[in-house]
């Protein structure tokens, strides 16, 4: 039963266009939405996160895009740098369950020259 | 990695052994993970624990036991090991003064390979 949906699976983008990728979540009490960002060979580690009572959280090149009543939430990386190439995973959690989150299925990002 | 050593790195083994995989944290944080990665799959909770001897199941616990005799050290036990199991599996911390929406710590993993 997968919670929280994750597109595309795999992304490429040209150096210095805009990288988005989206995730469906099903569950109305997830209240806490993040995203990490992995290396090959290293764990995941925390990009940005947001929560419901905001519609877009922006930090640097990076924003979170929130749409409740959607149950959707989005990721856009701006000027896409080499450097960006990385898997992506959304997440889900709620209050009360010790920061147990919710992965997505991972997107694949490849930033070319 | 915010202090998180798994060992071992690298492991082959063959179907039916027991393996134990060990998490060691140096930030004294409370909560503690074990986590699965699988391509199509993302990242799947085994078990986790919330304190010195309290630990809970995850999405995926078949198969697996866990262990938390010291706030630092976290121990998965595969009691015998199947193909099934062949996974990268990471070990995360959280600080665990919230109960809920903490920043999670991880390691660098460990590649299983089950033959």
């Known amino acids: 039963q997968q919670q929280v949906k994750q597109s595309p699976q795999s992304l490429i983008v040209q150096k210095g266009g805009i990288s988005i990728i989206n995730c469906a979540y099903e569950?109305?009490?997830?209240?806490?939405f993040p995203w990490y960002q992995q290396f090959p060979g290293k764990g995941p580690a925390l990009l940005i996160a947001?929560?419901?009572?905001?519609s877009e959280k922006k930090e640097g090149r990076f924003t979170i895009s929130f749409n409740k009543s959607a149950k959707q939430f989005s990721l856009h990386i701006m000027d896409s740098q080499p450097g960006d190439s990385a898997t992506y995973f959304c997440?889900?959690?709620?209050?009360?369950?010790?920061?147990?989150?919710?992965f997505g299925t991972g997107t694949r990002l490849q930033v070319t020259l | 990695d915010a202090g998180i050593t798994q060992s071992p790195r690298h492991k082959v083994t063959e179907t039916g052994t027991p393996v134990t995989l060990r998490c060691h944290q140096t930030?004294?944080?409370?909560?503690m993970y074990w986590y699965r990665q699988d391509p199509g799959h993302g990242l799947r909770l085994i078990h986790y624990?919330?304190?010195?001897?309290?630990?809970d199941k995850g999405e995926v616990s078949d198969g697996y036991s866990v262990s938390r005799s010291k706030t630092e050290d976290f121990l998965l036990t595969l009691e015998s090991a199947t193909s099934s199991q062949t996974s990268v599996y990471f070990c995360?911390?959280?600080?665990?003064?919230?109960?809920?929406?903490?920043?999670?710590?991880f390691g660098s993993g460990t590649q299983l390979s089950v033959l």
């Open positions: 997440a889900a959690d709620y209050t009360g369950t010790a920061s147990k989150l919710t």
């Open positions: 569950n109305t009490a997830f209240d806490y």
């Open positions: 947001i929560r419901p009572d905001v």
């Open positions: 930030e004294n944080h409370r909560y």
């Open positions: 624990s919330y304190g010195v001897k309290d630990t």
């Open positions: 995360a911390t959280a600080l665990g003064v919230d109960i809920t929406n903490e920043k999670l710590f």
